[in-house]
């Protein structure tokens, strides 16, 4: 048996929380983005991104739901035969998502 | 929990075919449960890249949602969609699992306990639309 310190509980919590958020809030706005707004169901010239709320709100609706991501496609990429390269899924899984989070602030903060 | 675990290799793998997700449909449905993560990250980064027009200014921005009219985009987002609702689905049923809710001795049935995120889901995705049609301009 070995004893080891893992960064794992980081990474569930991180896909656990991404998960809810998705369940949540990604369906309407996929309405709203995908549908109602090309359709012109609704206008919108997108001053409500300038409020500093709002652009909380588009941070966790965004960059969460990436976390969910990097662990199920990680884990589905080494259930599907991929295991020997599990390191390297692991840094462009969840390496992604962290460039996903920088560039995600980077975007809000300058809108 | 204790960070003990057996060493990894001492321990026996299975081999199994890439495919084996293809052999039952339950392992498929497990699989396309995965893959509804990848939809919605590809919509959350086009949506992303939707706000990042305004650094172009409004024009640019309602040209984009405009663009997203066509037939492929309009595609995409309908498989996105019910990608998203699957997920949504699906992990409120496991939540249900996962977080049994207790009332005094009795735990709250499954069904119960899933209709009732159902609900909030409901309450909150109107809300969202409210406040989105409320802030718009």
């Given at each position: 048996?070995?004893?080891?310190?893992?960064?794992?509980?980081?990474?569930?919590?991180?896909?656990?929380?991404?998960?809810?958020?998705?369940?949540?809030?990604?369906?309407?706005?996929?309405?709203?983005?995908?549908?109602?707004?090309?359709?012109?169901?609704?206008?919108?010239?997108?001053?409500?991104?300038?409020?500093?709320?709002?652009?909380?709100?588009?941070?966790?609706?965004?960059?969460?739901?990436?976390?969910?991501?990097?662990?199920?496609?990680?884990?589905?990429?080494?259930?599907?035969?991929?295991?020997?390269?599990?390191?390297?899924l692991a840094i462009l899984c969840y390496g992604g998502a962290v460039i996903g989070t920088v560039v995600t602030a980077w975007i809000l903060l300058k809108v | 929990m204790t960070g003990t675990r057996p060493d990894p290799s001492k321990l026996y793998h299975r081999k199994m075919p890439a495919t084996w997700w293809l052999q039952k449909q339950s392992y498929f449905l497990f699989m396309l449960r995965e893959l509804s993560s990848v939809f919605i990250a590809i919509f959350l980064l086009v949506y992303l890249y939707q706000i990042y027009q305004l650094t172009q200014g409004p024009e640019a921005y309602v040209a984009f949602t405009q663009k997203l009219a066509s037939p492929g985009w309009l595609l995409f987002h309908l498989v996105a969609l019910a990608f998203a609702l699957y997920h949504t689905i699906t992990w409120f049923q496991s939540s249900a699992v996962v977080l049994p809710v207790r009332l005094g001795e009795h735990l709250v049935p499954r069904q119960i306990v899933t209709a009732l995120h159902i609900g909030a889901w409901v309450v909150v995705s109107l809300g969202i639309l409210i406040l989105f049609l409320a802030l718009k301009n």
């Open positions: 048996m070995t004893t080891e310190k893992t960064t794992e509980p980081l990474w569930w919590g991180l896909f656990s929380a991404g998960g809810v958020v998705a369940a949540f809030l990604v369906p309407v706005h996929i309405i709203l983005v995908g549908f109602a707004l090309p359709l012109g169901w609704i206008t919108d010239t997108g001053t409500l991104y300038r409020y500093g709320w709002v652009k909380a709100y588009l941070f966790v609706l965004i960059v969460l739901p990436l976390y969910h991501w990097a662990h199920r496609f990680y884990f589905a990429l080494n259930d599907m035969g991929l295991k020997p390269m599990n390191k390297t | -």
